[in-house]
Structure formats: structure tokens, C-alpha cells
């Protein structure tokens, strides 16, 4: 099992930056990509970015390029998304997931590609 519990989430204003984390623990030796994904209210949960847990590789939805960047730190366990240039319209639950198989990173914009997840944290950004 491996477990995920993200932080960072809070209130912002339009144009704000905000980094949020998630931290894995239990099997994390187990891990193969991480990713990050966001739900609004009455909307379906969309990906964000991922990043292989062991090579440099970073995936984007084209929407989040160039204003999110996804990193991971091995020796703390750690994943952050670093949020700049942040719009009304990117307010959302952030939820950070897990996978422990090896697939094609075409694959990795999928949910059902990620076998564990965590809590979320809220992210508000005010106009």
C-alpha cells in the first residue's frame, strides 16, 4: 500500500502563485509515476501533469503548460506542483495519485492508471 496525503491548498487572488505537495509513504519503492489531477464542482476530474518516479520525464495537459510545473524530490517522498499565473477558473480540489505499473506515458492522463490517491486539498483563486 502506499499512501498520499497532499497540502499546500488555500486561498489565492488571480495571478497568485502557489506550490502544493503530496507526500507518499508506506511502499513507495513500489512506485512508478505520479501525477497530479483537479476537480471542480459538478465537473469530472481532469489531469493536470505526472512525472515518472525514477527519469526526468514531466507530462502536461496542454491547458496547464507553461503555467504548472510538476517535480518530485525521491529523498523526501515528496511530489509538488508549482502553480504560477493562477486563474479563477483553475480553482479546485488538487488531488495527487499513484502507480505502481509500468505503462506507456501516453496513458499516464488516465485515472485508471493511478492505483492509490490522496485526499486532496482545496485550491481557491479569487478574481
Known amino acids: 500500500q502506499v499512501q498520499l496525503v497532499e497540502s499546500g491548498g488555500g486561498l489565492v487572488q488571480a495571478g497568485d502563485s502557489l506550490r502544493v505537495s503530496c507526500v507518499a509513504s508506506?511502499?513507495?519503492?513500489?512506485?512508478?509515476?505520479m501525477g497530479w489531477f483537479r476537480q471542480a464542482p459538478g465537473k469530472e476530474r481532469e489531469f493536470v501533469a505526472a512525472i515518472s518516479w525514477s527519469g526526468p520525464n514531466t507530462y502536461y495537459a496542454d491547458s496547464m503548460k507553461g503555467r504548472f510545473t510538476i517535480s518530485r524530490d525521491n529523498a523526501k517522498n515528496t511530489l509538488y506542483l508549482q502553480m504560477n499565473s493562477l486563474k479563477p477558473e483553475d480553482t479546485a480540489v488538487y488531488f495527487c495519485a499513484a502507480g505502481t505499473y509500468a505503462r506507456g506515458s501516453s496513458t499516464y492522463k488516465f485515472p485508471s492508471v493511478y492505483a492509490y490517491w490522496g485526499q486532496g486539498t482545496q485550491v481557491t483563486v479569487s478574481s
Open positions: 508506506g511502499r513507495t519503492f513500489s512506485i512508478n509515476h
